[in-house]
């Protein structure tokens, strides 16, 4: 799609965070079809994906992945994407002048995408769509609006990993999220 790869092209060549731009191998932009219904927006690449170029694919990547396969698609079928588009060093949170600098990229993004539902993957990416200050325990269970898609927010794949016992509360939000998107599981 033109619009995103015009986006994609100008991100390739951001230096807006002077950190970030000298240490990354390269930026990670998204992933997935143009029209998806369904967005992933998570925090920002780690080393797998400064590796790779793509997000999600280093071990939280891996758990992202079964849990959109639990919820009957691929990772074809929706798109993923972070507030930041380069890694911050030693996978520290991203910074509140950082995701500043990336708040135009990522809105321009869905703008384009037009996706009716957003799914927020913990509180960085909640904090950065929902311009709140909420815990991610408050944002769980509510839907909210960002432009015309419906926002849901849930825990982190990172924070599963660290946390598996938060597994259930990720699956009962998908279940929230899928009977909204008319997806019987
Ligand atoms: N964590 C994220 O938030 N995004 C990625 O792309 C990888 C790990």
Sequence with gaps: MQALRILRDEVVNCTRCAELATRRTQTVFGEGPANARLCFFGEAPGADEDASGIPFVGRAGQLLTKIIEACTFSRDDVYILNVLKCRPPGNRQPLPDE?????????????????????????????????????????????????????????????????????????????????AMGVRL
């Excluded at 993004?109 to 960085?124: D, W, Y």
């Excluded at 408050?138 to 938060?166: E, M, Q």
């Design 99 to 179: 995701v500043a600098n990336c708040r135009s990229y990522f809105e321009r993004q869905l703008a384009i995408i037009q996706p009716e539902f957003i799914c927020c993957l913990g509180t960085s990416a909640a904090h950065a769509l929902l311009q709140t200050t909420e815990s991610i325990g408050k944002l769980r269970k509510k839907w909210f609006d960002h432009g015309t898609a419906r926002v849901i927010c849930t825990y982190h794949p990172s924070y599963l990993l660290r946390n598996p016992a938060a597994k259930r509360d990720v699956w009962d939000d998908m279940k929230v999220l899928m009977a």
